[in-house]
């Protein structure tokens, strides 16, 4: 009785250890796929978003270029002059 | 459209659609603080400061900076570290006073690398002459138009930002319709003399650290604003006969009249200048 009772005792710690392990990897893989699915681009549901620049760095090129005017044929005589001063 | 004008910055200041005196006192802040002749202007204290590192006004500040980005937007060419290369070309006090002739100093290529800006305080070893006037009459100009409350325009000797169309007069004959921004016009016509033996100027080649031997005489140029036409048509200038193609590279109408008195005008130019703007 005694060994049976063992027996039963280590099937028991067994069938538990069993059942945590399944719980964990059940666990772990949940929690992968749930960050797969949200961070790694290859397997968002959500359309793909074009690369930007940041905007502050948008605004710091902008400002470092030179910038055309507009200009178009005269239609009266010129009140001023242009010339090198 | 009446016009009013005055004289300031060594060139005569012709506005519309504004008070003068509105003007006057923008162009007289900004030359009493850059004046390289005047010896109480900041610019001749902080040249003449024997200190590796000083405060500047914010005033001082934001002009250095504004020169600091001109010289990045074209190539290091409008340069704020060559007054000691003016110097050198015999330009050392107001123009109606320079001498006929005399020796020509050491030549003085860019120091850009030594100018540091850190807040208020500036970093430059003592004796590195600034010249900001490259781009202070441009941001004097523009500080004025900001001000325009109906259509006019605020020049200075010619380099001028508009509110609404103007029609101004062109180097060489011609004249052109500056519907919004800028118009600037750099050149040797106005201000050159003798040194050496030979003919110098002011617009300053920072790669040899003389007056430049470009072809043109006159560059003048249309941007958003009077300081980006300005810098644009110093540095299509200083760029000899690259300067027609580096302006189409960079979207800028501008027309060169060579030392002969030819004409060239980048591609923007030709066509705008020929075509009707659309009704808007």
């Not at chain 1, 790694?40 to 605004?59: D, N």
């Not at chain 2, 009077?226 to 300067?243: E, I, P, Y």
Request: charged fraction near 20%; aromatic fraction near 4%.
């Amino acid at each position: 009785m005694a060994s049976e009772s063992r027996i039963e005792r280590a099937r028991r710690r067994a069938r538990a250890a069993k059942v945590a392990l399944g719980a964990l990897t059940t666990l772990v893989f949940g929690v992968a796929f749930v960050g797969a699915k949200t961070h790694a681009p290859g397997h968002t549901k959500h359309r793909a978003r074009p690369l930007g620049a940041p905007v502050s760095f948008q605004q710091a090129v902008r400002r470092s270029a030179l910038r055309g005017g507009q200009v178009a044929p005269p239609v009266q005589p010129p009140p001023v002059v242009s010339s090198s001063s | 459209m009446n016009t009013h004008s005055f004289r300031a910055m060594g060139c005569e200041i012709v506005v519309a659609g504004i008070e003068p005196e509105e003007v006057a006192a923008v162009f007289l802040r900004w030359e009493s603080a850059f004046s390289r002749f005047l010896p109480q202007s900041e610019l001749s204290q902080v040249n003449a400061s024997p200190r590796p590192a000083l405060p500047v006004s914010p005033l001082f500040a934001r002009a250095l900076r504004v020169a600091q980005r001109i010289a990045g937007a074209t190539g290091g060419l409008v340069d704020p570290t060559l007054g000691e290369a003016i110097e050198s070309a015999g330009y050392d006090r107001d123009f109606p006073l320079l001498r006929e002739d005399g020796e020509l100093g050491p030549a003085a290529p860019s120091r850009l690398g030594e100018v540091r800006l850190d807040g208020l305080v500036l970093r430059r070893p003592p004796g590195l002459l600034l010249d900001l006037n490259g781009v202070v009459k441009a941001l004097a100009v523009d500080e004025a138009a900001a001000a325009l409350r109906r259509d006019g325009f605020v020049s200075a000797g010619g380099d001028l930002a508009t509110h609404g169309p103007v029609d101004v007069g062109l180097p060489g004959g011609g004249s052109i319709r500056v519907l919004r921004g800028g118009l600037a016009t750099s050149g040797i016509s106005t201000r050159s003399w003798r040194r050496g033996g030979e003919e110098q100027h002011h617009l300053i080649d920072p790669r040899t650290g003389r007056p430049s031997r470009s072809p043109w005489a006159q560059v003048t140029v249309s941007g958003a604003s009077c300081l980006d036409a300005d810098a644009a048509a110093k540095a299509a200038f200083l760029l000899g006969a690259d300067g027609p193609g580096w302006l189409d590279e960079h979207g800028l109408p501008g027309r060169f009249v060579g030392r002969e008195g030819k004409i060239v005008e980048t591609e923007l130019w030709a066509r705008d200048a020929r075509e009707a703007a659309p009704c808007t």
